[in-house]
């Protein structure tokens, strides 16, 4: 019988669906069944009956939420199959944040892949993006506009090592999301041969060890609590943005903030912020990433979800590509959740 990739995958108020299967991806309430692609918190929520995910994605939420995140749990590694009820899934890397992956969904030889979050250029934190050809891509749209082109993210470690060098005696204060950002930037600046302590704000501590203890080297890392002015004298310390603005940043010596986000491109942002530094480091695919991808899958349909959807729709559009907003509430970018409403353009 000839299948509709609807007679698989349907969006629904609590995420996209699996009726033969049973299941919903990143659904963004509780649900039964939860196969989840990464462990930010709007696509991995506690509460589910039952999660399959990466490992490091059950790890992680049991550090968020406790050991009692879900009913039941079931890691599945990358490349492994699982059949359920008729549908075969299949998780694949998206070299988003550390056991982010791609989830392919096939049933009678039609597949779709839901790729969650993902990003196409290096990051020595998680296993590289794997490109999976299908007849249905599910993408993001964090960033899908022309304007948004992140470029390089060790130019942008270069641009942070020749301020410290600048200014030895200020406290580098820099703003990154607790999971995947921070550890990415620590990772670059390592990478970049910066050898000194790096110090963590309390809201990261837990989910850096976690991946130093999963074999990543992010050198000597110390807890900005209990360390002395003269400790931080001219020290690199990383926190939530949200932090940046808080009375917590007064403990360092003439703090220098930076904060490392696509968002960055938008001045506006670094602005209200305070930033002095902004960083252009995105775990998000840009323009030119996200359209390479749709094209390289060799997919005849999109679906498009969360983000700037109209232009990535109107991409495709163009290319003879058939195109649909998902319209799913309830996920959001984790570096600013309300940017995406506010309707801004890059600088
Ligand atoms: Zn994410
Ligand atoms: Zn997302």
Redesign the pocket.
Request: glycine letters at 12%; zero cysteines.
């Given at each position: 019988m000839h299948m509709r990739p609807e007679d698989i995958l349907v969006p629904t108020p609590a995420g996209v669906c699996c009726k033969p299967g049973g299941f919903h991806i990143d659904p963004t309430r509780p649900v039964e069944r939860a196969l989840i692609?990464?462990?930010?918190s709007?696509?991995a929520r506690a509460g589910h009956g039952a999660v399959l995910a990466t490992a490091e994605t059950l790890d992680l939420m049991r550090l968020r939420y406790g050991e009692n995140f879900a009913g039941r749990s079931q890691a599945i590694g990358y490349g492994e199959s699982i059949g359920l009820d008729g549908v075969t899934v299949t998780f694949h890397p998206a070299g988003?944040?550390l056991g982010?992956a791609q989830i392919a969904v096939t049933a009678n030889g039609l597949c779709i892949v839901a790729s969650?979050?993902y990003k196409t250029v290096a990051d020595p934190t998680c296993v590289p993006f794997a490109l999976v050809p299908c007849d249905v891509f599910i993408t993001?749209a964090t960033f899908a506009l022309p304007v948004f082109r992140h470029g390089s993210a060790d130019g942008e470690i270069a641009k942070l090592l020749r301020s410290i060098a600048l200014f030895p005696e200020r406290a580098h204060l820099i703003g990154a999301y607790s999971?995947?950002k921070a550890q990415r930037v620590i990772a670059l600046l390592r990478r970049a041969g910066y050898r000194a302590p790096i110090y963590l704000h309390g809201a990261m501590e837990s989910i850096t060890h976690y991946y130093v203890s999963r074999g990543i080297d992010l050198g000597e890392l110390r807890p900005v609590r209990g360390a002395s002015k003269a400790d931080l004298t001219g020290a690199v310390a990383l926190c939530p943005p949200s932090a940046l603005k808080e009375v917590w940043t007064r403990r360092f010596p003439e703090p220098l903030t930076a904060f490392a986000s696509g968002w960055m491109r938008v001045r506006a942002r670094a602005r209200q912020y305070g930033v002095e530094l902004p960083l252009v480091i995105s775990?998000?695919a840009d323009w030119d990433g996200l359209t390479a991808t749709v094209a390289a899958t060799g997919a005849q349909e999109i679906w498009v979800t969360h983000g700037q959807e109209d232009a990535l729709v109107h991409w495709c559009g163009s290319r003879g590509l058939k195109a649909r907003p998902l319209d799913i509430v309830g996920y959001g970018?984790?570096d600013e959740p309300d940017a995406a409403a506010t309707g801004e353009t890059p600088a």
């Open positions: 692609t990464h462990a930010h709007d696509h988003h944040v982010s969650g979050d993001e999971l995947g775990d998000h970018d984790e």
